[in-house]
């Protein structure tokens, strides 16, 4: 399903919208957690998008972009975990459910065939091992203020437009 705006944005945006209707996390937060293991599933299956992000995003097109865009994640101190963002095990397969629905998920690069690839997935952002700082948590169903001074309305695409333009002026 191609969107209005014209960009096909696939796994990525179909988990971030699962996982706000099962876990009542923002969009905003979901992005954080899900698009550089997205990233890293779809790999191999699209290897321009890749190059295109790496480029954008540290000027180097032969970078990692999962890599880079957990840098980038970590400096602005969000999350990166779906334990940091309130979800555990025992929602994935609720989540797989909703996500392998969703219309983005027909449009990942990387074919989605079942419930099991969106669980193949969430099970790789466990495995991210970096560490944030404080932040606004929702967790199914609970607001949690861990930081009440971060804006956590602003949404990841605006921090990514805004690091793009930063790195072009310099």
């Known amino acids: 399903a191609v969107p209005a705006h014209g960009v096909l944005v696939g796994a990525s945006h179909a988990i971030g ?6 876990c009542g996390v923002s969009h905003g937060l979901t992005s954080c957690v899900t698009l550089a293991p997205v990233l890293r599933w779809n790999h191999v299956y ?6 295109l992000i790496s480029s954008a995003l540290s000027g180097n097109a032969t970078g990692d972009a999962a ?12 999350p990166s975990r ?10 994935f397969p609720a989540v ?26 969430l099970d790789a952002f466990c495995d991210i091992a ?11 169903g609970q ?5 009440p001074d971060l ?18 002026e310099k």
């Open 17 to 22: 919208h699962a996982l706000g209707a099962v």
């Open 130 to 140: 970096y560490v944030s700082l404080g932040l606004r948590l929702l967790q199914c």
């Open 67 to 78: 890599s880079i865009i957990e840098g980038l994640v970590a400096r602005l101190s969000l």
């Open 46 to 51: 699209c290897p321009r998008a890749n190059r």
């Open 151 to 168: 804006d956590t309305k602003r949404s990841f695409g605006n921090f990514m437009r805004l690091t793009v333009l930063q790195s072009q």
């Open 96 to 121: 797989a459910d909703v996500a392998i629905c969703d219309r983005y998920a027909a449009s990942n690069c990387r074919p989605i065939t079942s419930g099991a690839d969106i669980v193949e997935i």
């Open 82 to 91: 779906l334990s940091e963002i309130g979800v555990d095990r025992a929602q």
């Open 143 to 147: 607001q949690v203020d861990v930081c």
